[in-house]
């Protein structure tokens, strides 16, 4: 049994927020390939560790490690193009625009190139236009065909359960190796949510078996998805282990109780 390749570490993390400290000294590493839950009580430093990894804030101290290269305060664009991408517990969808532009945006390959907004673009660049109609279709077709056939609706019209699809599909449109799920049941019943987890593993399962590292509070989500959890709280690393094994951990009860 080789021992499991590490995509990713964090290093001593620490990120202060004036007084107060989000993340303090984290240590942890994900696996190439694994499905990891990453838990904890409210104001945990689950998103902050999301938020610094991703490139929007720069830690204050310590170090993070993607394939064994240094990205510690690199920009969002440079994580993104070393194949990190993630998904906001906050929609950020454009809602006039369409299915099709919304995840079109995500595609890192063209973050220099620019996109296909207005119909001048679209005229001037018209087989590079195709292309990535084609590359957005095949994408939703793994996904969900359903949304396949909304792709040029404007997203305003959908319902919460596919544009918690779309803002997904922007994340995987760029064929990530690690994908960063912010709460994705957020808004939705258990029922939607599951539909949704599905659709993400058929991508997993049919294009590329990336990683996931997903925050989650739905504990019966974690329980599914995940093969390791790790539950952090006042930003340091309290718990790591099967869902069993956290659930039963008495540090991290006694964290949720003040919940
Ligand atoms: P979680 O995702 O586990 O709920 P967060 O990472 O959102 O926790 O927050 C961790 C702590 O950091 C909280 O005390 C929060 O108020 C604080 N925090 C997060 N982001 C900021 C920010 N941009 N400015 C100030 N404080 C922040």
């Excluded at 830690?59 to 305060?73: C, E, L, V, Y």
């Excluded at 995840?103 to 292309?131: C, H, M, P, V, W």
């Excluded at 997904?168 to 799920?181: F, G």
């Excluded at 952090?232 to 540090?251: C, M, R, S």
């Amino acid at each position: 049994n080789h021992p499991a390749k590490k995509i990713l570490e964090a290093h001593n993390l620490t990120m202060r927020f004036g007084g107060v400290t989000a993340l303090d000294s984290l240590n942890l590493h994900v696996n190439e390939g694994e499905i990891l839950g990453l838990l904890g009580p409210n104001g945990s430093g689950k998103t902050t560790f999301f938020n610094v990894i991703t490139g929007l804030y720069r830690p204050s101290s310590g170090s993070a490690i993607f394939r064994g290269k240094d990205i510690t305060g690199a920009s969002a664009q440079d994580v993104y193009r070393e194949a990190i991408t993630r998904t906001f517990q906050r929609s950020r969808l454009s809602l006039p625009l369409t299915v099709f532009d919304n995840i079109a945006i995500g595609d890192n390959r063209r973050l220099d190139t620019g996109l296909f907004f207005n119909l001048f673009q679209r005229k001037q660049f018209k087989s590079e236009y195709d292309q990535v109609v084609e590359q957005v279709n095949q994408l939703l077709l793994t996904f969900n065909p359903n949304l396949a056939a909304k792709i040029f609706e404007p997203v305003a019209s959908l319902p919460m359960i596919d544009r918690r699809r779309i803002e997904i599909c922007r994340a995987l449109i760029s064929e990530p190796d690690l994908l960063l799920l912010d709460e994705p049941s957020a808004g939705m019943t258990h029922d939607e949510t599951a539909e949704v987890m599905n659709d993400i593993l058929q991508v997993r399962s049919k294009v590329k078996p990336f990683t996931i590292v997903l925050i989650e509070h739905e504990m019966g989500l974690i329980q599914r998805m995940t093969e390791r959890c790790i539950v952090l709280n006042y930003g340091k690393k309290i718990a790591e282990g099967t869902y069993d094994e956290i659930v039963n951990n008495p540090e991290v009860q006694v964290a949720y109780l003040g919940q």
